[in-house]
């Protein structure tokens, strides 16, 4: 089972911050939280992980509280392109398998 | 970069033939995965392998189902006889593990969508 909680789906209007949050009240000190998106038709896409410090790339960033049971990921200026299904994951160290739960999907409003 | 192959795209088959799906991984990745999503069940495992040895197969949901990797290249998903209720979207994915936490990222394939009638 997914050790991820998620809303089923949110919105967000084009050009705002889109702030996707996920419980992992369970995670334990060597899993990392892993975000992937899928969109429609396609395979998932890796955006972003991180540990326990604050992350961030191209994509989107990545804010992890620091008790670490749960995170917020951030993408900055939403454009249409970002309607999609997120996947919040957490995945041991020197572990290979991701379980996917249900995501969130967030539709982008024009 | 080509990314993940996989083939066939689509595939539409009657009941009890057999289907063969096929992926190419990235080119230096040692680890591959078999996922099937389907509306009810979302993104499910079903197999992975490490250095072409299978490690985890528990996904598999049953003997009607068979992966294979004979070479760090290919790898193939077979199921014989098919059914109705495997209709859905097969993907690959692969990753270098172990490696770096980045290095380890999984990448998928376009997915091949199943249909059988």
């Known amino acids: 089972d997914a050790k991820t909680t998620q809303p089923p789906s949110m919105d967000c209007a084009e050009g705002r911050a889109a702030n996707l949050p996920c419980n992992h009240s369970t995670i334990s000190g060597n899993e990392y939280v892993y975000w992937y998106r899928q969109i429609h038709s396609q395979g998932p896409q890796y955006i972003i992980h991180?540990?326990?410090n604050n992350e961030t790339n191209e994509m989107a960033s990545l804010i992890i509280t620091e008790d670490r049971k749960s995170s917020t990921l951030i993408l900055p200026h939403a454009t249409l392109r970002d309607t999609a299904v997120y996947y919040c994951i957490v995945r041991a160290n020197r572990d290979d398998k991701i379980i996917f739960g249900k995501g969130t999907r967030l539709h982008i409003l024009p | 970069d080509a990314g993940v192959i996989q083939s066939p795209r689509h595939e539409v088959t009657e009941m009890g033939q057999e289907v063969t799906l096929r992926c190419k991984p990235i080119s230096g990745h040692n680890s591959l995965f078999w996922y099937r999503q389907t509306m009810m069940r979302g993104l499910e495992l079903l197999i992975y392998f490490n250095n072409n040895v299978p490690i985890d197969d528990s996904g598999m949901p049953e003997d009607r189902f068979s992966a294979k990797m004979p070479n760090a290249s290919f790898s193939t998903l077979k199921i014989q006889p098919s059914e109705p209720r495997d209709s859905a979207v097969y993907f690959c994915?692969?990753?270098?593990?172990?490696?770096?936490?980045?290095?380890?990222?999984?990448?998928f394939g376009p997915g091949t969508r199943l249909l059988v009638l």
């Open positions: 994915a692969s990753s270098l593990f172990p490696g770096t936490r980045k290095r380890e990222t999984q990448y």
């Open positions: 991180g540990l326990k």
